[in-house]
T-cell receptor, first 114, second 110 residues
Framework: DTGVSQNPRHKITKRGQNVTFRCDPI?????LYWYRQTLGQGPEFLTY????????KSRLLSDRFSAERPKGSFSTLEIQRTEQGDSAMYLC????????????FGQGTRLTVV | GESVGLHLPTLSVQEGDNSIINCAYS??????FIWYKQESGKGPQFIID?????DKRQGQRVTVLLNKTVKHLSLQIAATQPGDSAVYFC?????????FGPGTRLSVLP
């Protein structure tokens, strides 16, 4: 499968715990995006990388959130001290860095904070 | 900030009929738009895109229309099938990332 891969697919955690999600983009894609989606809403942009550089972060990305893409390939999104409001689907997408090119999404990681 | 919105949160059509899903965007500077389909529990799936130098683009059973004058985007699905049941999002490119609307849930009736 050469699509965007996200792990785990589901994560249940207790409030206050840290969680980390992983995204493996399509191999030749140098742009990688993280989005968050809550029930009944469209995906909301969190951050994006061009190779290993994190070029843009949304206001939604609080200090408890950190994303890395150390070698310009896979990326991780960590949430520290999780809160119930963090419960959502976390989506990763990747694209080529050509202008006006489509982004391909993974299946997402559904986080439930109890 | 700029945003993309959708009219009609739900749409029901008879199997075999054509579907039209609409989207209004607010950033007149946007020059690239995508329609995504999202099935329950899955990530958004690319359907079709259009650049602002075009007003129409056709794919397999789908057509996207862009009216820059009124900042309106639509997705037409021909001969709608049960497998088309999903939530459809339009997204516009805002700088280097995509801004999504809230989506329209399409239900196909037998």
């Amino acid at each position: 499968d050469t699509g965007v891969s996200q792990n785990p697919r589901h994560k249940i955690t207790k409030r206050g715990q840290n969680v980390t999600f992983r995204c493996d983009p399509i191999s030749e894609h140098n742009r990688l995006y993280w989005y968050r989606q809550t029930l009944g809403q469209g995906p909301e942009f969190l951050t994006y990388f061009q190779n290993e550089a994190q070029l843009e972060k949304s206001r939604l990305l609080s200090d408890r959130f950190s994303a890395e893409r150390p070698k310009g390939s896979f990326s991780t999104l960590e949430i520290q001290r999780t809160e119930q409001g963090d419960s959502a689907m976390y989506l990763c997408a990747s694209s080529l860095s050509l202008p006006n090119t489509e982004a391909f999404f993974g299946q997402g990681t559904r986080l439930t904070v109890v | 900030g700029e945003s993309v919105g959708l009219h009609l949160p739900t749409l029901s059509v008879q199997e075999g009929d054509n579907s039209i899903i609409n989207c209004a965007y607010s950033n007149s500077a946007s020059d690239y738009f995508i329609w995504y389909k999202q099935e329950s529990g899955k990530g958004p799936q690319f359907i079709i895109d259009i650049r602002s130098n075009m007003d129409k683009r056709q794919g397999q059973r789908v057509t996207v229309l862009l009216n820059k004058t009124v900042k309106h985007l639509s997705l037409q699905i021909a001969a709608t099938q049960p497998g088309d049941s999903a939530v459809y999002f339009c997204a516009e490119m805002d700088g280097q990332n995509f801004v999504f609307g809230p989506g329209t849930r399409l239900s196909v009736l037998p």
